[in-house]
């Protein structure tokens, strides 16, 4: 049995949880509404405030679809209470971001400032040049957004500049000693 899967999904003051046919699973709270398709396969159930998921049999596949469909589900019920936010840092000499109405304009050392607009059911948040705040309900909106961030310019090794997540740690190269020369 997953001990992930078979763990009971508490629901807080405020949270409803509707199954409809096909396993779509849609989850109301106070930050709004999420909806998620759950493999036909898994049974889900809401009683007494809490979510339970079981699976039909003891193939793989559903052994590997417990953990996951569970966890999916906990994600929506956290995500419509508290919300999901990444924080990313930006490292360099003028290199900077700032926000421009749904805009983020970042400046990386490119020729051009890179723009990238805000997709919906986030915010983006600039309280300093070198810091920037993905928020949102949907977790893996979140992250891919702060992924998309992150990969417009990934931190290097030598220096370390580029932008990073909050909690990465890079690990530094050191660079060329620069040795004896050819005479």
Do not use: C, W
Not at 37 to 54: L, S, T
Not at 100 to 113: D, E, N, R
Not at 128 to 145: L, R, S, T, W
């Amino acid at each position: 049995m997953s001990r992930i899967g078979r763990m009971p999904i508490d629901l807080p003051k405020g949270v409803d949880v509707k199954i409809d046919s096909n396993n779509v699973v849609t989850v109301k709270g106070q930050k709004g509404t999420l909806t998620k398709e759950i493999h036909k396969d898994m049974i889900i159930k809401v009683e007494d405030g809490k979510v339970m998921v079981e699976r039909p049999s003891e193939q793989k596949i559903h052994k590997s679809l417990h953990g996951l469909s569970r966890t999916l589900i906990n994600n929506m019920v956290l995500g419509v209470t508290a919300g999901f936010e990444k924080t990313l840092e930006i490292n360099g000499v003028g290199y900077r971001a700032q926000k421009q109405g749904k805009k983020i304009v970042l400046t990386l050392g490119y020729s051009h400032p890179v723009e990238m607009e805000e997709p919906a059911g986030i915010t983006v948040d600039v309280p300093a040049p070198n810091k920037i705040i993905v928020k949102g309900m949907d977790k893996q909106a979140v992250g891919e957004f702060a992924a998309k961030i992150r990969g417009k310019r990934e931190p290097e090794v030598y220096k370390g500049k580029g932008i990073k997540y909050e909690t990465e740690v890079i690990r530094r190269k050191e660079g060329k000693t620069g040795g004896k020369g050819k005479k």
